[in-house]
């Protein structure tokens, strides 16, 4: 239920920069801006998150418990993958400029940019979205406990998760070895080679389904 609002106070808030509200930056290509009612206080329902990415650069697995996602395309390219909890199913979907993918609340999805220069709008039906990443289901869970659910050996599985020491959100992490596409292109602005980039990123991430056009 919406709170009320007085709109004859002095202190109500009509407008708002949100590029002065960055949450995230991993590096100049690759930030987070929030707008929500903590910013601009006659928001009701509604919030949304700036997102700028690089080529290969993910905002990663994550879902949000308290609220459905609309993502637009405003420049460059992505693919937006969300799990249907229903179906079992990963779906996978290559936007352009103009385009949009709507995420259930509660769905497990990402977002990965097959472009430089990659500005995507997120859209959210609450007042302040929350969100839970995987980064920190996997840091936070016990390694015992995962590998005695999921008869793992515990000693690889905390190797493995040794470098997971905080909240990735914007991944591949700096200096990361095992991804080349993330190692050949970071911090690069490429935009003369955009449509090559776009083609190899495609191959590399898969191209499962088209934004319907009419």
């Not at 949304?48 to 395309?73: K, M, R, T, W």
């Not at 959100?169 to 449509?195: F, I, R």
Request: charged share 15%; proline share 7%.
């Amino acid at each position: 239920m919406n709170s009320y609002i007085d709109y004859t106070s002095p202190g109500t808030q009509f407008a708002f920069d949100v590029n002065t509200n960055p949450i995230f930056k991993k590096d100049p290509y690759n930030y987070l801006n929030l707008l929500s009612v903590k910013q601009l206080n006659t928001l009701t329902n509604l919030s949304l998150l700036d997102i700028f990415l690089s080529i290969g650069n993910v905002v990663e697995p994550h879902y949000h418990q308290n609220a459905a996602e609309l993502v637009y395309c405003i420049s460059g390219a992505a693919e937006i993958s969300l799990l249907n909890p229903f179906t079992k199913q990963l779906l996978h979907f290559n936007v352009v400029p103009g385009q949009v993918v709507n995420l259930p609340q509660g769905w497990w999805h990402y977002e990965i940019a097959t472009l430089d220069n990659t500005h995507l709008l997120a859209i959210f039906d609450a007042p302040v979205p929350d969100v839970i990443y995987g980064s920190d289901i996997l840091r936070l869970t016990p390694t015992n406990v995962l590998a005695y659910t999921y008869c793992l050996d515990e000693a690889k599985l905390k190797d493995t998760l040794a470098p997971l020491t905080d909240t990735v959100v914007l991944g591949p992490p700096n200096g990361c070895s095992y991804n080349p596409v993330h190692a050949q292109t970071a911090h690069k602005q490429s935009v003369n080679q955009a449509p090559v980039e776009h083609q190899a990123a495609n191959q590399k991430y898969g191209h499962h389904h088209r934004i319907q056009q009419y």
